[in-house]
C-alpha cells in the first residue's frame, strides 16, 4: 500500500475537532446527525431576516418571504412565521407539505424537524407536514435506518384547547388551557442510529402545571409556574438544575439553554466548556453541578449579570441565539454554515417603536446594501450584502405595504432585494433604460423617472406582483436630469430633485391638477452639495443625501416652512448613495 498524506485547511481541522468533541463530550448522539441550522429573528420593521445554511437549492429556508410578521419559527430545512394578519407563511424544504400551512389564523406556531403545530386563534390546535420523517435514506444517509418506521402520529394533534405547543424530532407536546401538558408522536429515543432503543420516553409528559414547553430532537422540558426547569425523555440525560428559575427556554436539538428570571441566559450538558470553547455561551463562568468531583458530566454555564437578555431563539441542533436587553442578537456554539454569524447591524424587534433606513451604495467599482438603525444612539451605516458584483444600481424603495425593497439598475433591470438586504434577485425589465429614481405611490403602484423617456409607472396585478413592463406617464427627452422621486404619505405630490451648477431645485407633481411646480427654491438654491437621493419620512418631511468625497452627509427638510432641520455626517467609506428607503414600522406588534 501507497503511503498517502491529507491536507487539511485550518477551516476542516476546526470542523473536525468539533465534530470528535461531540462524539466524546455528548456521546453517539452527535454522530447521527449532520450540523445543519439558520436562525431567523424579526428585525426592527418587523420583516424577517435568517443567515446560515442555504444549501438545499431551490428550497431557500435561510430566504423568508417579504412582509411583516409577528412571530418566526425554523425547523430542519424549512422555516415558518406568522404574519401581521396572524396567517402563516412558511419556507424551505416541502417535500412533505411542512411548508404548505393551512389557511386558519393563529396565534402561536412551533416548527419541527418535519413538521409543524400551532395554536390557532379558536385554541385548537392545528398540524401539517410528515407524520413519518426520516423517511428519504438517499437525501439524508445518517437517518438510514428510519426508512421502514410506520406513522408515528406527530402530526395529529389531539383535541381540547391549548396556550402553547412545541414540534420536536418525532413529537411533539402542548400545554393546555388547564395548563397539563400533553404529548404525542414516537416513544422512542432518538438518535435514528439507536433506533429501537427505549429511553426515557419524550412523550410522556410529567404530571401537574406547566406555563411553557420546549421539545427537542430525543426529549422535552417544561417550565413549572415557580419557573423551575423539568425534562424528561433523552435518554435521562437531561438534567436542568433545581435551584435555577426560567422564564423562557430553548427546545432544539443538544444545546439545551434557558432565559433566567434575572435574563441571564444559562446553557447546561455534558460538554466541557474548559475542552469544547466553541459550544460556550459568551460571558458566562462554567461550573460542574456535583461540586468536589473528579469527573464531570454535567456542566451548566450562565451569563454574568452584565450580559442580559430579553429572549433566546429557536434553533438548530448544536448551535443558540439570543436577543440581547440592547435588541442586538448573539449566537453561539458549532457553526460550519455561519450560523453564529449574525448580519451586520441586526436590531431584533422590540416593544419600542424602532425603525430601519435602507439605502444603496453605488459607484464604479461595487454595489452594496446597507441599513442604518435609526434607533440607535449613534448613526452607523451597516453593511448586509456581499454583492461581487457591480450592478449598477441608481434606483430604490419599499413596498409601503409589505416592507418588501425593490432596486433598479441604470440597464432597466428590476430586483428584489431579500432577506433584510442581503440578497438580490432580478424580477424583470421595466422597459427603460438609464433608472435613475423609484418611488412607491400609497395605491402600491411604483413610479420612477427614466432618464430620456420621462416619468413611468409600474401598477400591480391580481397577486399584488408588479407588471412589467411600465408604462411613461409624463414623457420628456430633454436636458432635465433628475437624480431621485419621492411620494408624501397621502400620495397627492410627487417631490423630485434636480441638480444645478449652483444648488439643486425641489421640483413637485401635483397628481390630481397635473401640474408642476418649484418648492423652497430659496432653500435648495442654497445648497451647497448635490443631493444624490431623496426619501418621504412618516412626518412628511424629505430626507436628502448629499454627495460627498469621504462621509455620507444627510439632511432633513420640512417642506412647509422651507427649513432644514436636521444636517449630519456619518464616516462610511459607502458614501455614494444612489438610493434611501424607509419602511413603514407601524406594521404589526412585537411579539413579548
Known sequence: MKNFVLKFSKRTLLTFNLLILSYLFMGSVATCSAAFGHPCVIQADNTIVCWGLNKKGKEDQAMPPSGTFLQVTVGRYHSCGIRTDKTVACWGLNEEGQATPPSDTFLQISAGFWHNCGVKTDNTLACWGSNNPYWHPEKDPYLNEWKHVKTLGQADPPSGTFLQVSAGGRHTCGVRTNHTVSCWGSHLSDPPCLAGRLGNSQSIPLSGEFSQVATGLDHSCGIRPDHKMECWGGFGNHHPHRDILYSQMLGGGYMRCGLKTDNTVACF?????????????????????????????????????????????????????????????????????????????????????????????????????????????????????????????????????????????????????????????????????????????????????????????????ENNELKLPGKVIIPYTGDLKLEDVTWNKEGTILYAVENLEQGSRLWAYDKSRNDVNFVCPELMGSLKSKVNALETLPNNTLAFVFEEKKNLAYGVINVQTCEMTTRGEMATVYNQVKGIAWPDCSHGDAVK
Open 269 to 461: 450538558g455534558n460538554v466541557d466548556p474548559g475542552i469544547n470553547e466553541g459550544f460556550r455561551i459568551p460571558n458566562s463562568t462554567c461550573r460542574c453541578s456535583i461540586p468536589g468531583t473528579r469527573s464531570c458530566n454535567d456542566y451548566i454555564c450562565t451569563t454574568s449579570p452584565s450580559h442580559t437578555f430579553s429572549q433566546i431563539l429557536e434553533t438548530g441542533m448544536s448551535y443558540a441565539c439570543g436577543v440581547r436587553t440592547n435588541n442586538t442578537v448573539v449566537c453561539w456554539g458549532y457553526d460550519p454554515y455561519g450560523q453564529t454569524f449574525t448580519p451586520r447591524g441586526l436590531i431584533a424587534k422590540s416593544s419600542e417603536p424602532a425603525c430601519l433606513l435602507y439605502g444603496v451604495h453605488n459607484n464604479e467599482k461595487e454595489t452594496q446594501f446597507f441599513i442604518i438603525n435609526i434607533n440607535t444612539g449613534s448613526l452607523d451605516v451597516h453593511v448586509r450584502s456581499r454583492l461581487d458584483e457591480n450592478h449598477n444600481i441608481d434606483a430604490l424603495d419599499i413596498d409601503p405595504f409589505n416592507n418588501q425593497l425593490y432596486a433598479a439598475s441604470v440597464e432597466g433591470s428590476l430586483y428584489k432585494v431579500r432577506n433584510g438586504a442581503q440578497v438580490i434577485t432580478e424580477i424583470g425589465k421595466i422597459g427603460f433604460a438609464n433608472i435613475e429614481a423609484l418611488s412607491f405611490h400609497s395605491d402600491g403602484s411604483l413610479w420612477g423617472w427614466a432618464q430620456g423617456a420621462g416619468l413611468f409607472k409600474v401598477d400591480k396585478g
